[in-house]
């Protein structure tokens, strides 16, 4: 992978209402050939998640609810890897990963390698909310989702052809989803109360193997929320984020070297190009400035503030 991707971003000005920004994931679009028909679903599906947080914040509702208001709605869709568009493993099944956190209260929790939530986000506030612990995984994590409530699905809510068609071309020596698309989706909010908080879901890789987990669900490395730094939400090669800390260290710049948000994502993501990483987040503080980063060619996200029209975009600088 190169070292040396450019960088595009943009970030907000603060503002005294609510904020939220949302991901669908980075990747190489373009060389996606994505369809008219794609780019337009894509969009639809982004303006409804912004619409289902932006409902709730402009109701003075908290920044927990909103963030996995807008996530579920992307994880109902079967165009990005989440929830029901989720990847498959090697093995052929679907792995899903989710964390979420409340920066108000550094509440937190994540699930990993779950097959049984419709919506893993939900199981992933669970686990933060009706359990002792932050991170459930597994069989473990399913059986906690059954026993509390959690809708159920059988594995074939999320069987979709397109990602059945990934795994067969990657198991006869392709490369599909390494190199060209990460496909995972987030929210990041700040709540009229000036509160945070950050949501991640994701399917993970295609053809990933032994049980392999990436950053969406470590706390500190894929989601990260506390109202003294920033909430933060990851997409990319989970590893390379994981072993910066990314959406932590975002959060540590902001908090303890004073940095602007602009300033600190610019950080975070040279220093995962720098380690041959790639991919990007989104970010909000509690003063209300948000926006994104990312050195991936693409990254599907949009943001939506009170009394401003939704920002939708797909491409980034030399797509
Ligand atoms: N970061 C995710 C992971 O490594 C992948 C993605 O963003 O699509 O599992």
Redo the contacts with the bound molecule.
């Keep these: 992978m190169s070292q040396d991707r450019t960088i595009s971003s943009y970030w907000s000005a603060p503002v005294e209402g609510w904020t939220l920004v949302i991901h669908g994931?980075?990747?190489q679009l373009r060389q996606l050939n994505l369809s008219k028909e794609q780019e337009d679903h894509a969009r639809v599906v982004l303006v409804a998640a912004l619409d289902s947080g932006a409902k709730i914040l402009a109701a003075g509702g908290s920044a927990v609810d909103a963030v996995e208001a807008a996530v579920r709605v992307l994880e109902d869709d079967p165009y990005f890897?989440a929830g029901r568009g989720a990847v498959f493993s090697a093995d052929g099944i679907n792995e899903l990963?989710a964390a979420i956190m409340d920066g108000a209260t550094r509440d937190a929790g994540a699930v990993s390698a779950v097959t049984k939530a419709r919506n893993p986000v939900t199981l992933a506030r669970a686990v933060m909310e009706q359990s002792p612990h932050v991170m459930l995984t597994a069989g473990g994590a399913d059986r906690f989702g059954a026993e509390h409530g959690i809708e159920q699905v059988a594995p074939a809510w999320f069987h979709t052809d397109e990602r059945w068609r990934q795994y067969e071309e990657l198991r006869k020596g392709g490369t599909f989803?390494a190199d060209l698309?990460?496909?995972?989706v987030g929210a990041v909010a700040r709540d009229a109360q000036g509160h945070v908080a950050a949501a991640?879901s994701?399917?993970?890789?295609t053809g990933?193997r032994w049980n392999?987990?990436?950053?969406?669900p470590v706390i500190g490395a894929?989601t990260w929320a506390e109202d003294a730094g920033a909430a933060t939400s990851?997409?990319?090669?989970?590893?390379h984020?994981?072993r910066v800390g990314a959406a932590h260290e975002l959060s540590a710049r902001v908090r303890l070297g004073g940095a602007g948000l602009d300033e600190a994502a610019g950080a975070v993501i040279g220093e995962i190009g720098a380690f041959g990483g790639v991919?990007g987040l989104i970010s909000v503080d509690a003063q209300g400035r948000g926006g994104w980063c990312f050195n991936s060619q693409g990254m599907y996200r949009g943001m939506a503030r009170g009394g401003e029209p939704h920002r939708v975009e797909l491409y980034g600088i030399g797509e």
Excluded: H, P, Q, V
């Excluded at 698309?181 to 995972?184: A, E, F, P, S, W």
């Design positions: 994931g980075a990747g890897n990963d989803d698309k990460y496909g995972t991640t994701t399917g993970g890789l990933k392999r987990i990436g950053d969406s894929g990851c997409t990319g090669s989970g590893e984020f994981i991919g």
